[in-house]
């Protein structure tokens, strides 16, 4: 959809001009040489450049540029804005830029007109015949788009890629197709049938040696791992006869530290016994002597209390006693004093004893728990040991069953050696295979290979065939949609209902048309040219409608060899492209004020 163009020194226009374009009817309106036609030009040579679409020079002043910028909006909703200058002294200079816009900034995108294809498409004989009629052709656009309608729909619907296909069918297979023909005697990759047959015998024999190499090998391979099983049960027996042989010298030193005791476990069951008995007494005449001690040690306390309470009475220089409040004579408290640390004396040397002999019980008590504790390991190595020769001795019997169960074999490395031999002839029997088949594969027989040819010349005259029938059914399905798209407006426009439409098989000049009602069929030359005229807009929005995404219709004075009914009925017929929403924009001009009130346009710009 076009949004907004300007122009400076172009055509008529020598000041920088703009007008901005919405959706709806955009009716640029002015007498005549107001420059309403120089617009629509500007428009087109933004998009492809001076044509013949272009008449005349295309700048006001011939010693400056023309510039023309157009802004736009892409089918996928985005905003482009097209630069482009034209300038002729000596020789045409012409440039052009495209940008894209973002939040209204110009994002440079390409300055190479065929880079745009990538925004707008390569649609400049649409944009000619369908988009934008100029002044004046809009009536000899009928004529001329009868005779190329079938060249616009196959544009449309791109047909050109059939005979495309059909072409180079004929062009590369069936000459490669004739050339082997040609050639067939020539070629060396040709056998006889007796060639062929001797080969595959040879290939029969080579598969059978393969078989029977094959199977030999598997044979060894089984051989090499019973070989490889009986090594591994031997070196398992003779890991766990180590084993064995480790638990017995256990056995043996514990035997030779308790002197060879008969029923050693019993014995050392007994000692164990014996020694916690002992211990058990120990703790007795500990607990004994410890009691001991305390009560003398609480009788030392008590007599020590005594002396100091006396040597404070001496001390004090008084002959009361502070309890009893009666005289006392110190020579007997002398004695007394003297008494109590002579008991005092005697139990230091009692609680030395006692210590001594406490000690003494504690180290028996230690030296007790670790032989305990050293017998109580020893008994437990003794019955490990015991129970793991017995676990030991059951597995090696086992291992000695299987392994007298297991045929005689030779050593692995010999079953290597034979299995790699094996692989080397059969590998070897393989590449004479593969020669052999490649030979088969790559060869031919000469009549089978002639009727694959035929049979391929008929199958690809059949696609063509094929070919054909779907584009001339594909062109067919969508003249019917434009039929139909023809007889609604027709009926909507004119107070008469299209019953048929037929072209001829050409699709060229012969259009004819029969009416609801009527058994006469009509042709274009007993049409007003109002109605050639209105019938050409139709055609145009029907391929628009049903084919283009760029849905903007571009008309030079629509108006101009219309009488005043149809004018109104042009009218009419515009408001409704645009309310269904046939087209989304129709840029238009016009002279005639009354076609501009009857159009009822979104926007007028008005060129004085």
């Not at 040579?45 to 013949?52: L, R, Y």
């Not at 766990?240 to 069951?269: A, H, V």
């Not at 050593?411 to 295979?433: A, F, G, P, R």
Request: charged letters at 35%; a negative charge.
């Amino acid at each position: 959809m076009i949004t907004n163009v300007s122009v400076k020194n172009w055509k008529k226009f020598d000041q920088q001009k703009e007008w901005s374009f919405d959706k709806g009817i955009q009716l640029i309106y002015g007498p005549n040489t107001s420059g309403k036609s120089s617009l629509l030009e500007a428009i087109y040579f933004a998009f492809f450049g001076v044509d013949e679409k272009v008449d005349g020079n295309p700048t006001y002043n011939s010693n400056e540029a023309a510039i023309v910028t157009v802004d736009f909006i892409s089918n996928t909703g985005e905003k482009y804005r097209i630069i482009r200058s034209y300038k002729k002294i000596k020789r045409k200079e012409e440039s052009f830029t495209l940008y894209k816009l973002v939040d209204g900034n110009e994002e440079f995108f390409s300055d190479n007109p065929q880079d745009a294809i990538k925004i707008y498409g390569n649609f400049e004989d649409i944009f000619t015949h369908i988009i934008f009629l100029k002044e004046g052709e809009i009536y000899r656009a009928l004529s001329r788009m009868k005779s190329n309608l079938d060249e616009e729909l196959a544009y449309l619907l791109n047909l050109q890629r059939f005979d495309v296909l059909r072409d180079k069918l004929r062009e590369t297979r069936l000459k490669v197709i004739k050339k082997e023909k040609e050639n067939v005697k020539k070629d060396p990759t040709f056998l006889s049938e007796k060639e062929i047959n001797e080969l595959n015998d040879k290939l029969n024999d080579l598969n059978e040696v393969k078989k029977k190499l094959e199977e030999e090998k598997s044979k060894f391979i089984d051989n090499r791992q019973t070989a490889q099983k009986k090594y591994s049960l031997t070196k398992k027996l003779r890991d766990l006869d180590s084993q064995k042989q480790k638990y017995g010298e256990t056995i043996k030193t514990i035997r030779n530290k308790y002197e060879n005791k008969e029923s050693l476990i019993e014995f050392l069951d007994n000692e164990i016994e014996s020694l916690e008995n002992k211990y058990r007494q120990l703790e007795l005449e500990y607990s004994k002597l410890s009691s001991e001690k305390a009560e003398k040690e609480g009788e030392k306390r008590r007599l020590n209390k005594l002396i100091i309470e006396i040597k404070s009475f001496k001390s004090s220089g008084t002959t009361t006693c502070p309890t009893c409040y009666q005289k006392v004579d110190p020579l007997i408290l002398q004695e007394a004093m003297e008494s109590f640390s002579k008991k005092v004396t005697k139990l230091e040397n009692a609680l030395s004893q006692l210590n001594y002999s406490i000690d003494t019980v504690n180290e028996e008590k230690r030296n007790i728990s670790q032989k305990i504790k050293e017998i109580k390991e020893d008994l437990f190595e003794l019955k490990n040991a015991k129970a793991r020769i017995s676990d030991v001795q059951e597995e090696m019997n086992e291992i000695s069953e299987n392994l007298n169960s297991l045929p005689h074999t030779e050593d692995i490395q010999y079953y290597s050696k034979q299995i790699q031999e094996l692989e080397q002839k059969i590998s070897e029997t393989n590449v004479e295979i593969g020669t052999i088949e490649k030979k088969l594969s790559s060869s031919k027989q000469e009549g089978v290979f002639i009727d694959e040819l035929e049979f391929q010349e008929k199958f690809i005259e059949l696609v063509e065939n094929k070919i054909a029938e779907y584009k001339d059914e594909l062109l067919e399905r969508k003249l019917d949609e434009i039929k139909s798209v023809i007889k609604e407006k027709w009926s909507e426009i004119w107070d008469k209902e299209i019953w048929s439409i037929e072209f001829d098989e050409n699709l060229i000049p012969t259009i004819s048309f029969k009416f609801k009602g009527t058994t006469i069929q009509q042709n274009l030359r007993s049409f007003s040219a109002s109605e050639k005229i209105l019938l050409s807009v139709i055609l145009r929005a029907a391929l628009i409608d049903k084919f283009l995404s760029v849905k903007t219709m571009i008309l030079d004075d629509p108006s101009i060899f219309l009488d005043q009914e149809s004018v109104k009925i042009a009218a009419r017929f515009y408001r409704e492209l645009i309310d269904k929403k046939s087209v989304e924009q129709i840029i238009m001009t016009t002279f005639d004020e009354s076609f501009k009130e009857l159009l009822k346009p979104e926007k007028v710009i008005n060129l004085e």
